[in-house]
């Protein structure tokens, strides 16, 4: 899910003031232990994920300006911790740190670049593009600005334009060209021209300047983009070849949160699950809800006991999650999956499914709703795929197959 619920560990009841009564005697508890409310959280139930992540140390009040380099690296590393987590909580204190410039529309540029990323992470892309034609428009510094063109270049793709995504890109080889042309190769891939666009990114690879030990992260997302390249061509050897190079290129003890659930999805797609379930073995407990999601799907393909724990207890996260007025727009793909892949419910995933394509349109995005208007025999959503597909320029031979598929059963 994109988003997570905040929960306690002990509490299960809340004592509530009822203005209704207020004419009334008002009624005084016998003791703390009488029960007024009891939330309607079933997550309360049977969810271990109760944990809240370390709560940051409060820092004494001073009549000082508050320090920019601080609270950005701050944010920054709460970030960093929430992508490989998978738990957005900790984007909450990320904002937390930010919190001086809040209403500032004069915050220095380093600010609005670390809020506009935070934007982007919670799937507000149209108050992060605001954000950053402001920043761009400021004349920021030469690495604000590549930062922010890549963070604009990376918003338009999601969002399937990639004109405007390859115009940003452009921009951005003002400061980097290395970026700038992976950046590209990316669009170029997406719309199906994929020979050209995998031997840019292979050329990127094999070029002097990432071999050194600091562009390893640089090399780890240059091949994940391959391997997910090629697994929309339906290369899966090749893409599985890059998927494992990339793993190769992460850092001893280091995570990538990104890569961890690309790999899992491309297993599951495989009919894997058992891979899957050792893949996610070692992820932090409690699960975050990405790694609860395909370990949920995994134990369902195998008919695992476990599956029906892991599944109530998914369940109750999203109860949790619509509860609290988070829409399918921020959870819409998750949503859809379990409904489809746990649940059996076509119907129900297809509602989220094209709710969720109002916000995203990744490619995994129109491969979600294909197998669920597939799943539900529904003709008319296979033929919204088949339109908004070609409306994008996206190519990916999974939807091509399955729309054939669908269209000759």
């Keep these: ?36 409310e009891t939330l309607p959280y079933r997550l309360f139930r049977s969810d271990t994920r109760l944990a809240l992540p370390p709560r940051p140390e409060p820092k004494s009040a001073v009549n000082t300006a508050p320090d920019v380099s601080t609270a950005v690296q701050s944010a920054r590393q709460y970030l960093e911790q929430a992508r490989e987590r998978g738990d957005p909580r900790f984007a909450g204190y990320a904002l937390a740190a930010l919190r001086p410039w809040r209403d500032d529309v004069q915050a220095p540029p380093a600010v609005v670049l670390m809020q506009a990323t935070l934007d982007q992470y919670q799937h507000d892309f149209s108050k992060a593009r605001v954000r950053l034609m402001h920043i761009l428009q400021s004349a920021p510094a030469p690495k604000i600005a590549a930062q922010a063109w890549l963070t604009l270049a990376t ?63 640089t090399r780890r997302w240059l091949l994940t983009t391959l391997a997910e390249l090629d697994e929309r061509a339906g290369r899966t050897a090749s893409a599985e070849h890059f998927y494992r190079q990339a793993f190769a290129n992460t850092a001893k003890d280091a995570q990538d949160g990104y890569l961890i659930f690309a790999y899992a999805d491309f297993l599951l797609a495989q009919s894997r699950p058992k891979e899957v379930l050792r893949l996610l073995a070692n992820q932090p407990e409690p699960a975050s809800d990405g790694v609860l999601l395909r370990r949920t799907i995994a134990e369902k393909k195998l008919g695992l006991k476990q599956a029906e724990a892991s599944t109530i207890q998914l369940a109750e996260r999203f109860d949790a999650a619509r509860l609290r007025g988070d829409g399918a727009a921020k959870h819409g793909r998750e949503l859809a999956r379990f409904q489809l892949q746990v649940q059996n419910d076509s119907a129900g995933a297809l509602i989220n499914a094209r709710e969720n394509l109002r916000v995203q349109k990744e490619p995994v995005d129109w491969l979600v709703m294909a197998q669920a208007a597939a799943a539900a025999h529904d003709g008319q959503a296979l033929q919204e795929v088949k339109i908004g597909l070609a409306q994008q320029g996206l190519s990916d031979a999974r939807i091509a197959r399955l729309l054939q598929s669908a269209q000759t059963s």
Excluded: H, K, W
């Design 155 to 217: 918003i338009e793709r999601v969002q399937g334009n990639y004109a405007e995504s390859d115009r940003a890109c452009n921009s951005l080889a003002r400061f980097t060209t290395s970026y700038a042309l992976a950046c590209l190769a990316e669009n170029t891939g997406l719309r199906g021209q994929r020979d050209s666009a995998r031997t840019q990114l292979n050329d990127l690879l094999s070029s002097s300047a990432l071999q050194g030990v600091e562009q390893i992260d």
């Design 1 to 36: 899910m994109s988003t997570y619920s905040i929960s306690l560990r002990c509490c299960v009841a809340l004592l509530l003031s009822i203005s209704s009564l207020s004419e009334a005697a008002p009624y005084v508890p016998a003791s703390d232990g009488v029960v007024l």
